[in-house]
């Protein structure tokens, strides 16, 4: 696959699993958006910072984990990285689209390290300025997200720490929209992306990605 499809993959898996991150983050999204109301700096400008931050967490993460991506993604392992992460994404599909529920389980790996950055996430609300914004982004970048994880994994494979930090980049722009307009928007966006007809969609389109990602011609010529 080239790069732009892979880039425009990643964007998608953002956008489509954004019903899941409106779950697991709109809450604080909509929370930094309400409490500047009547501030000196502007709700938008707040919000933006803060799903900066949280961008930039996820492309570090993806940099970090291509790393070692990039020293295993050989032969035999990289099939089974790939094989993995398609896995996973399909998971999330399934998840998304509220036909099972076992992803959530990734979700507890990264409970202790949550365990640690979450104290220091609760001090700085409410978000008063963009830099406390950005900040409290950046934290909240490393809760445990099962479409986070399956994301980061699918990413490792593709054999550079720049090429998944890049994958990650454009995941993270993905979910953008959504938890954007949330924090501004919260009860009109929040219904739109509740809506079962619109998680089965997203969570069919994802499961469409994963069977993509899976290199089954490799697989089959072993």
Same mark, same amino acid.
């Given at each position: 696959?080239?790069?732009?499809?892979?880039?425009?993959?990643?964007?998608?898996?953002?956008?489509?699993?954004?019903?899941?991150?409106?779950?697991?983050?709109?809450?604080?999204?909509?929370?930094?958006?309400?409490?500047?109301?009547?501030?000196?700096?502007?709700?938008?400008?707040?919000?933006?910072?803060?799903?900066?931050?949280?961008? %930039?967490?996820?492309?570090? #993460?993806?940099?970090?984990? /291509?790393?070692?991506? *990039? !020293?295993?993604? @050989? =032969?035999?392992?990289?099939?089974?990285?790939?094989?993995?992460?398609?896995?996973?994404?399909?998971?999330?599909?399934?998840?998304?689209?509220?036909?099972?529920?076992?992803?959530?389980?990734?979700?507890?790996?990264?409970?202790?390290?949550?365990?640690?950055?979450?104290?220091?996430?609760?001090?700085?609300?409410?978000?008063?300025?963009?830099?406390?914004?950005?900040?409290?982004?950046?934290?909240?970048?490393?809760?445990?997200?099962?479409?986070?994880?399956?994301?980061?994994?699918?990413?490792?494979?593709?054999?550079?720490?720049?090429? %998944?930090?890049?994958?990650? #980049?454009?995941?993270?722009? /993905?979910?953008?929209? *959504? !938890?954007?307009? @949330? =924090?501004?928007?919260?009860?009109?966006?929040?219904?739109?992306?509740?809506?079962?007809?619109?998680?089965?969609?997203?969570?069919?389109?994802?499961?469409?990605?994963?069977?993509?990602?899976?290199?089954?011609?490799?697989?089959?010529?072993?």
């Amino acid at each position: 696959m080239t790069e732009p499809l892979l880039l425009t993959t990643a964007f998608l898996i953002g956008l489509l699993g954004s019903t899941h991150c409106i779950g697991m983050c709109g809450g604080i999204a909509a929370s930094v958006g309400l409490n500047t109301q009547g501030g000196r700096y502007p709700a938008w400008l707040i919000l933006l910072g803060y799903n900066l931050g949280r961008i %930039s967490s996820y492309t570090l #993460a993806g940099a970090l984990i /291509g790393i070692a991506g *990039a !020293m295993v993604a @050989t =032969g035999i392992t990289g099939l089974i990285l790939q094989t993995f992460a398609g896995i996973l994404l399909i998971a999330m599909g399934l998840y998304v689209g509220q036909w099972w529920f076992g992803i959530t389980r990734l979700e507890t790996l990264g409970g202790h390290l949550w365990r640690h950055i979450q104290p220091h996430a609760a001090k700085i609300l409410p978000v008063r300025n963009p830099h406390q914004a950005v900040l409290l982004g950046i934290l909240w970048g490393w809760l445990p997200c099962g479409l986070v994880y399956s994301t980061l994994l699918w990413s490792s494979a593709a054999g550079s720490w720049q090429q %998944s930090a890049l994958l990650m #980049a454009a995941f993270g722009l /993905g979910t953008l929209p *959504a !938890m954007f307009t @949330t =924090g501004l928007l919260a009860r009109q966006v929040r219904s739109l992306m509740q809506k079962r007809l619109t998680r089965q969609i997203a969570g069919a389109l994802i499961i469409g990605f994963g069977i993509y990602t899976l290199p089954l011609n490799s697989l089959f010529n072993l």
